[in-house]
């Protein structure tokens, strides 16, 4: 049987966001803060960290900048979903369609970090690894729950040269972000909708 547009999307953004979830869940019941798993030689490390901000691991005011951040995600999403469902029906290229549903995957993926982790885990801590459904309850309220990072690739290391400016005898890292799998959905479709789909989004009726 031959799956609809509309399906073939929808499957992709629930098995990208599974993924997603199992991932963050595996490593907030089984990590403490700070612990880091090297996966490729020192170049590629799952790292974890929790941030209370933006897309990797950036930072947005404090309890007030996240509910506001959360509930722009939720606006954005929908929004996001209603232009998906434009594109289906105007018969786009199926590339800008998966395009736009990574960005989705994206800022789901992080908004359900963001509205439930707080409820339905423990605090991690450097010492202690989160319990799923704590009997005390979470360590936050809605909404107010920190996004779960963990892919680091530090591929460059180095101590900096003491005659450097101002930064000299410093450690240095090249690509020093951590993010997760929603992070990276957001990027890559972002990515790909520049570099291969521009010529589509010039067009007057792309909107």
Not at 183 to 197: E, M, N, P, R
């Amino acid at each position: 049987m031959q799956l609809s547009r509309g399906k073939k999307i929808t499957i992709l953004v629930l098995l990208i966001l599974f993924v997603d979830q199992l991932v963050k869940i595996w490593i907030k019941t089984n990590m403490t803060i700070g612990e880091n798993i090297p996966v490729f030689g020192d170049w590629f490390k799952i790292y974890f960290i929790e941030n209370n901000g933006m897309a990797f691991g950036m930072q947005f005011g404090g309890s007030l900048g996240k509910m506001l951040l959360t509930l722009f995600r939720i606006v954005l999403i929908g929004f996001i979903i209603y232009y998906i469902n434009k594109l289906i029906k105007k018969d786009a290229p199926m590339g800008v369609v998966y395009g736009v549903g990574l960005i989705l995957v994206g800022a789901v993926g992080n908004v359900v970090d963001s509205m439930f982790y707080g409820m339905i885990f423990s605090e991690s801590t450097f010492t202690e690894v989160a319990t799923l459904f704590p009997r005390g309850g979470g360590y936050s309220s809605f909404l107010h729950g920190k996004v779960v990072d963990m892919l680091y690739f530090p591929l460059i290391e180095t101590t900096l040269p003491e005659w450097v400016p101002f930064k000299g005898g410093d450690d240095f890292v090249f690509f020093r972000p951590i993010f997760n799998i929603a992070d990276s959905c957001i990027t890559i479709g972002v990515a790909y909708l520049l570099l291969f789909q521009r010529r589509f989004f010039s067009r007057e009726d792309a909107f």
